[in-house]
């Protein structure tokens, strides 16, 4: 049955087909107007915020963690009702029952949980510990038990980092608004009919998807039992605006409650959002502060969202983040586009709840977008540097589909059929320099690779090197795919993230997302060893502790080809070989080139490199050029990286872009007309992501406090670019002022 | 072939929209203030011919959306007018609009006359109508100056002017009025532009080893450039600030 309105939902029939996707695309009422329609928060909203504002400032004045409850394994019906102040709350539910009070997640790792108690000051109950150890076996303790020397070699030299292997791998987008078209009943049936249908040779397979289903069909009834918990009967579909927002909100929560995966992201709901709130304002019963209100309550709820982690992953990925990401906008296969009034409201929280990076606002950018919103999320990120921009011409393109959510920060899953095994990164500065050094780790002196022959000659040679790190990367994406397999086989059976399975087709696709760190020290150190001269230091050891570049040689982030074209090839030749081999469910080997906030941490761990960067120093965040070498401009770099080609990094390509106002022009109205003339280009030009950070007078000032931490932040007035960094404190203090002289 | 200083792929301040700016290398002049003394020297730089930037700019073409294009800057362009003329003429041929950031001290030659054929707006440094005080301000007469504008206005050239406001030199009521007025007929002149001085190029100089004159002058306040923005405004209708 296709669901032609939300009204007849209203049974506990099984659905022959689950479509969400065919409901907005029937109902959705696209929206060319401007921004003028918006209001700003409510009493309630005001309220609310008030009471959330002072609660995490507590939570700062406590070193990160408000309150943790140690005595409860965390799940979805393990908690009883909790909210900030009733009275105010339009949409409720909270992971446990306090705000930020954080629940325990033993089952990924039960020693990360009790590290990560203990450094905030909270004993995990013993009883836990104990269950945990002697009773119960967790995804961590399963996967040890498989590993491989070989892989915990590659861990623990930092070449394979981050891994999914003792926290929850997250990743995953449960369809969360099919709770609201379908009710809980409707999937429950659903489900049980999939189950039936599993039949035939109970081979392992078999056997596990029925397992699974089971477990799934668990797990709604679980989020039944939660909302009524609150008052709410979701077992039926979502009557109006509020009911959807509460029914999606709810499914989601349910997922946060058992799982702390590294990113769980929200998926498209804003424009499934709208179709009810477009009926409920047609029939009167909405007003557009009341459509707001749900909009922005709904987003503070997200802003709650809390997991317990040790300080250490805190460093890795700076902060505390949960990437709970929202893909806004974009384009049905038809051409239409998909923007409503609620995509405006969704951006509007970033005025009315103040800027934020949770949730994490993304922009699906299109040449069908209308001109109105372009310049109105231009404007949003001016105003707030808190939205960032993906390409769905070129994602919708590459996958067939207009119905897709952002994992993470680039990830595309197609919402409710897609699955992603998340995997982490592979640290390809470290396969470069293994090859100069005999296979050896430049670190440790270990060795890794065996019959890597020792470099001769004084200076390095492309001919040489260049084959060999190929050999390099291919022998290591053999073991990074093993590694995988491993992990998330453990991570399916110790671990299982039933409530988000339970809103995804039980027949799906599964994808295995692969990472890579450093591809612009590898493109450029590949670039040295051809144009310049590099002479390699080596240590009593033999192993190149420092490099000496005699000349100059072409850098990735100028629009230079010969640079450039290094880079795109490196990513096409792990991609290969990474679909060379059998991977765990017969899942698709994707890749990103993506390191997040985690560029520091790769450097940390890894030597000197032919490209001139001294030993520990960070590396550029994801794709993006190294900070200082992309000295032709912004366009020249943005240039470089939208060479690297989607469809051989399917997982994502991302790319970080900073800039003071004043660059991006002298008025308000230049600033918004010449940024989206950058991001029309930049996407034109077939890249996948850019992050756009404009920098803020308070960003100066703390940049002004400590330079360090902000090499890449370059001013440009007119016909003049410089490192903020590297100008005197008097000449910083210019900036400062210059920056902000628009509000004249 | 051109003689490049550098090229900027992301211009936001030098004419409209996003912008390709070629800066190139050698000017005549001496600007007090020039916060670009790198680019004064008649050698130095990179030679490019043609072709290679229009091939640079083709890759960037995409950017411009409906109002951006290429920007000539320098040093100072017009010395350079014969190639300079041909990139402009071949670039219009492309349907990219052109732009010319110039201090218009030269006397107009039969190349200049190309380039300014070939130009879609001239944006134009008149630093001081004062003779004398233009002689100081940069070591050269106004004469030249003023005359190029007066041919972009014959020619119907559409003109940004544009004016560095420095304490202490360009900033007088007197000054800014009559340099206002003396622009209020003129058709083509489509905006003013002020640019408030600022010292980030001082370092340069310390480091090309010239003495900066201007040590010790500080960048105008908010209240003087909102104010000498007031004055050009009673002759010129619209003044933008940079």
Redesign the interface.
């Known amino acids: 049955m296709k669901s032609s309105s939300n009204k007849s939902q209203s049974t506990t029939k099984a659905h022959h087909s689950i479509d969400v996707r065919d409901f907005i695309h029937t109902h959705i009422s696209s929206y060319d107007g401007d921004a003028s329609f918006l209001v700003g928060p409510s009493p309630k909203t005001k309220a609310l915020q008030a009471v959330v504002t002072k609660l995490m400032q507590e939570e700062k004045k406590k070193g990160g963690v408000l309150d943790v409850d140690t005595h409860t394994i965390s799940q979805i019906n393990s908690h009883k009702a909790g909210y900030i102040q009733k009275q105010d709350e339009v949409v409720v539910g909270l992971q446990t029952d306090a705000p930020l009070k954080r629940g325990v997640k033993p089952f990924g790792g039960v020693r990360i949980v009790e590290k990560a108690c203990k450094e905030y000051g909270y004993t995990l109950d013993p009883a836990i510990v104990d269950m945990c150890t002697k009773y119960r076996k967790t995804h961590n303790d399963g996967v040890f038990d498989a590993y491989t020397k070989e892989m915990r070699m590659l861990r623990s030299l930092g070449i394979l980092t981050g891994l999914p292997d003792n926290y929850a791998r997250g990743r995953i987008i449960g369809d969360y608004r099919r709770v609201a078209l379908y009710g809980i009943d409707a999937l429950i049936a659903q489900k049980e009919q999939d189950k039936d249908n599993i039949t035939g040779d109970m081979t392992d397979d078999t056997i596990r998807v029925r397992e699974e289903v089971s477990e799934q069909i668990k797990a709604l009834s679980m989020m039944k039992k939660m909302a009524q918990e609150y008052g709410f009967d979701i077992s039926r579909p979502a009557q109006n605006a509020r009911e959807a927002v509460q029914w999606t909100y709810f499914a989601y929560l349910a997922a946060l409650k058992e799982h702390d995966g590294a990113a769980m992201s929200l998926g498209n709901v804003s424009s499934f959002f709208d179709v009810y709130i477009e009926k409920d304002m047609k029939e009167g019963k909405l007003t557009e502060e009341e459509a707001q209100e749900l909009v922005d309550q709904f987003v503070l709820k997200l802003r709650l969202i809390r997991h317990l982690r040790m300080s250490e992953y805190n460093a890795l990925f700076a902060g505390d983040p949960t990437w709970l990401t929202e893909a806004i906008g974009g384009a049905w296969c038809d051409g239409r586009h998909k923007v409503t009034k609620t995509a405006y409201r969704f951006l509007q929280t970033l005025y009315n709840l103040g800027p934020s990076p949770e949730p994490n606002l993304t922009v699906l950018w299109s040449k069908h977008l209308p001109m109105a919103f372009k310049k109105f999320a231009a404007k949003v990120s001016i105003d707030t540097s808190s939205i960032q921009y993906e390409n769905d011409d070129v994602m919708r393109e590459a996958c067939g589909y207009d119905d897709y959510g952002i994992s993470c920060c680039v990830s595309l899953l197609k919402t409710g059929k897609h699955m992603q095994f998340f995997g982490a990164r592979c640290n390809i500065v470290k396969a470069l320099l293994m090859v100069i050094n005999g296979g050896r780790d430049e670190v440790e002196g270990v060795q890794v690779m065996a019959n890597v022959p020792e470099l001769k000659g004084e200076y390095l040679d492309y001919d040489a090197i260049y084959p060999k790190f190929k050999e390099a990367l291919a022998y290591l994406a053999y073991h990074y795919v093993n590694t995988m397999n491993v992990i998330h086989y453990m991570h399916d059976k110790y671990y299982y993230e039933r409530a988000q399975m339970a809103l995804l087709d039980t027949h799906l696709e599964r994808v295995m997302a692969f990472g890579i760190a450093g591809l612009s020290i590898v493109a450029d150190s590949l670039s040295a060893i051809k144009y310049a001269r590099v002479r390699p230091v080596r240590d009593e050891r033999g192993i190149a502790t420092a490099y000496e570049v005699e000349g100059d040689y072409p850098k990735y982030g100028n629009?230079d080809d010969r640079v450039d074209a290094i880079a795109k090839e490196v990513v096409s030749f792990f991609n290969a070989e990474l679909h060379k081999h059998k991977i765990y469910r017969n899942a698709q080997a994707t890749l990103s080139v993506l390191t997040i906030t985690s560029n520091v941490v790769y450097g940390k761990h890894t030597g000197a490199t032919p490209d001139g960067r001294p030993a520990f120093a960070p590396f550029a965040p994801g794709a993006n050029p190294m900070h200082g070498r992309d000295t032709?401009?912004?366009?020249?770099?943005l240039?470089s990286v939208a060479k690297l080609d989607y469809a051989q990094a399917r997982d994502g390509i991302s790319n970080t872009f900073s800039i003071v106002p004043r660059?991006?022009?002298?008025?308000g109205g230049?600033?918004v007309?010449?940024l989206?003339?950058?991001l029309?280009?930049?996407f034109?030009?077939r890249a996948h992501h850019l992050n756009v950070n404009v920098f803020n007078k308070e960003l100066l000032e703390k940049a002004m406090q400590h330079p360090e931490e902000y090499p890449q932040l370059t001013?440009?007035?007119?016909?003049?670019?410089?490192h903020f960094a590297n100008?005197?404190r008097e000449?910083q203090q210019?900036?400062l002022?210059?920056t902000f002289?628009?509000s004249? | 072939m051109l003689r490049v200083h550098s090229i900027e792929t992301f211009g936001t301040h030098e004419g409209p929209g996003v912008r390709f700016v070629l800066f190139l290398q050698g000017c005549k002049l001496r600007c007090l203030y020039c916060h670009n003394p790198d680019t004064q020297a008649m050698t130095g730089g990179t030679m490019m011919t043609v072709d290679e930037i229009v091939e640079k700019v083709e890759k960037e073409r995409v950017y411009f959306g409906e109002k951006g294009g290429v920007t000539a800057s320098g040093g100072e362009p017009i010395l350079q007018a014969e190639a300079l003329g041909v990139l402009f003429e071949t670039l219009q041929a492309r349907g990219i609009h052109t732009a010319l950031d110039t201090n218009g001290a030269l006397v107009i030659d039969a190349h200049i006359e190309h380039l300014l054929a070939h130009t879609n707006l001239v944006i134009l440094d008149v630093k001081h109508l004062d003779d004398a005080k233009h002689r100081e301000l940069t070591g050269k007469s106004n004469r030249n100056v003023l005359a190029f504008a007066d041919y972009c206005e014959k020619k119907g050239i559409t003109m940004w002017l544009r004016h560095v406001l420095v304490p202490g030199y360009t900033d007088s009521d007197e000054h800014l009025n009559a340099w206002s007025a003396y622009f209020k007929n003129f058709k083509h002149v489509e905006r003013a532009e002020i640019l408030p001085y600022h010292t980030l190029g001082a370092y340069k100089y310390k480091k090309l080893g010239i003495p900066y004159k201007l040590e010790g002058v500080k960048p105008p306040t908010k209240e003087q450039v909102a104010h000498a923005k007031m004055l050009l405004q009673n002759h010129l209708p619209h003044v933008y600030i940079r």
Not at chain 1, 715 to 722: C, D, E, Q
């Open positions: 629009d032709s401009g912004a366009i020249a770099s240039n660059a991006l022009g002298a008025d230049e600033q007309d010449n989206v003339s950058l029309s280009g930049y034109a030009k001013i440009r007035v007119s016909g003049y670019a410089v100008l005197s000449q210019e900036v002022n210059r002289f628009e004249m």
